[in-house]
């Protein structure tokens, strides 16, 4: 069985570019996040993502980050302009919640962001 | 205070010792405590989980949690240089839906 699929795994943008980083979880997950990891702050979560539905996005940055996930097996995150302060690694995870509310996330392999 | 702290290391020991890695927290209401084990280049694994207090043992490895003290550890006995990682440790409350909380991880080398 496939795991998690991150499209790209490394991007190299200049700023005020668009970048767009994809992610395909594990077939029947029906919970995803995107998290975005540097070595400054570990790992944070962007945005969590139930049946589709965007649950807590608290952690997005600022309006220039936004994300969706049209159907069950693809979403999106987008930075649009980008900015050297974005330059980090970005990890899609997706999971099955069937233990009170929590199961185990299972990573994708990453998305390494550089903008120049 | 951030809600977990964790030590980020390197932790650098020879073949064989027993490794010792621990994370604090304040958030009283956490349940679910995780490890996540994470090689470089590579995302986060779940290695093993916790549910309130007490010991779990797994192989070489050996989860604690002292919800009084508000204190985890994972420790690993027989280090190998295939141990050599970043240990990540993660907690939520498990209600709703509930997020996990991360440490900043440890970076852990072993020698051999």
């Known amino acids: 069985d496939a795991g998690v699929i991150q499209s790209p795994r490394h991007e190299v943008t200049e700023m005020g570019q668009e970048v767009t980083l994809r992610c395909k979880p594990i077939s029947g997950h029906n919970s995803l996040f995107w998290y975005r990891q540097t070595m400054m702050r570990g790992l944070e979560l962007l945005i969590y993502?139930?049946?589709?539905?965007?649950?807590?996005d608290s952690g997005m940055p600022e309006d220039r980050f936004s994300a969706k996930m049209p159907n069950a097996s693809f979403s999106t995150l987008k930075i649009q302009p980008s900015e050297p302060r974005d330059s980090a690694v970005y990890f899609c995870?997706?999971?099955?919640?069937?233990?009170?509310?929590?199961?185990?996330?299972?990573f994708g392999p990453g998305t390494r962001l550089t903008v120049l | 205070q951030k809600e977990v702290e964790q030590d980020p290391g390197p932790l650098s020991v020879p073949e064989g010792a027993i490794v010792s890695l621990n994370c604090t927290y304040s958030?009283?209401?956490?349940?679910?405590f995780m490890w996540y084990r994470q090689y470089s280049r590579k995302g986060p694994e779940l290695l093993m989980y916790?549910?309130?207090?007490g010991n779990k043992e797994d192989g070489r490895f050996t989860a604690q949690v002292d919800k009084s003290s508000k204190y985890i550890s994972l420790f690993i006995r027989d280090s190998q240089p295939s141990d050599s990682a970043t240990y990540l440790c993660a907690m939520t409350t498990g209600s709703g839906y509930s997020t996990l909380t991360f440490g900043k991880g440890t970076m852990l080398l072993v020698s051999p």
């Open positions: 916790t549910y309130s207090s």
């Open positions: 995870a997706s999971s099955h919640p069937q233990r009170g509310g929590w199961d185990t996330q299972y």
């Open positions: 958030n009283s209401a956490f349940q679910y």
């Open positions: 993502f139930n049946n589709n539905v965007p649950i807590d």
